[in-house]
């Protein structure tokens, strides 16, 4: 007795099943064609980077993470699992993790002369500079504690000053002058919020804008140029890229390789 489609179904079969299934934005379908693709054969990476994608798209980042590392094991070269780890990474909030694996996916593709557009480097700037706010905000709210403690034991000496104060008339003794302490009172709070209010302004000035730093460097741009598509690049940059991938736009998604534009499963 013959057996059913399904089953007579090779790897390869089923994966370009998935694949058109993923086409269609049906990805836990997708995933199940490449879970039947991985269980024909489980030493192709490129079925688990398809299946990592479809939990990318379904927001199942633990089991994306999963695939990916099954994908390395397998194929330590792969861009697209490195990629995927680092937009999983990039979701679950670990920016030190998402930065690594995307700067690995960048500089694989350019050593095997993939052309995955903005993609990648889009991903990374976007790391970083989440990493960046995540730090930043960390500093913040340490400066508005300490700020606040600051405030608290000023506001505290006054209280004692005065406290003093009222004992010493009491005793018909001479004391400080009520107005002489709140007045140092008030010069200190505004010292203070003056410090903080320069150390704010020195943190803003060391920002970079995203519009200065190369698409590709990720750095702040020394001779931007700008190509026929209108996007602005650091000469170098660009130059180099020239050079060693082609004379395309790297911003451009125009390449033989399904690179994830919209991530696109393997083939």
């Known amino acids: ?3 059913s489609p399904e089953k007579s179904s090779t790897a390869q ?4 099943q998935g694949n058109r299934l993923f086409l269609c934005r049906k990805y836990q379908e997708a ?3 490449y879970s039947k693709a991985i269980n024909r054969n489980p030493s192709v990476a490129v079925y688990y980077t398809n299946r990592a994608l479809c939990h990318v798209k379904l927001q199942q980042h633990d089991k994306a993470l999963a695939d990916c590392k099954h994908a390395l094991e397998l194929d330590s070269q792969s861009v697209k ?3 995927f780890l680092g937009q999983c990474h990039l979701e679950l909030e670990n920016y030190d993790e998402a930065i690594g694996n995307l700067q690995k996916a960048y500089n694989l593709a350019k050593e095997q002369r993939l052309n995955f557009g903005d993609d990648i480097p889009s991903a990374l700037r976007i790391a970083k500079k989440k990493r960046w706010n995540s730090i930043e905000e960390k ?3 340490q400066e508005n504690e300490l700020h606040a403690y600051l405030t608290k034991l000023i506001l505290a000496e006054k209280e004692r000053e005065l406290d003093e104060y009222k004992e010493k008339q009491d005793d018909n003794q001479n004391g400080g002058d009520p107005a002489k302490i709140s007045s140092k009172t008030d010069k200190y709070l505004m010292d203070m919020d003056e410090l903080f209010s320069q150390v704010d ?3 803003k000035k060391r920002d970079i804008p995203d519009y200065l730093c190369g698409k590709i460097s990720f750095e702040l741009m020394r001779e931007p140029c700008i190509t026929p598509s209108g996007i602005t690049y650091d000469r170098k940059d660009i130059e180099e890229h020239l050079q060693r991938v082609g004379h395309f736009d790297p911003g451009h998604h125009e390449s033989s390789d399904p690179g994830p534009a919209d991530p696109q499963p393997g083939s």
């Open 201 to 203: 302004e020195k943190r």
């Open 31 to 33: 995933a199940t064609c």
């Open 13 to 16: 079969e089923l994966k370009e």
């Open 139 to 141: 500093r913040i709210n």
């Open 81 to 83: 699992a490195h990629f």
């Open 1 to 3: 007795m013959a057996g």
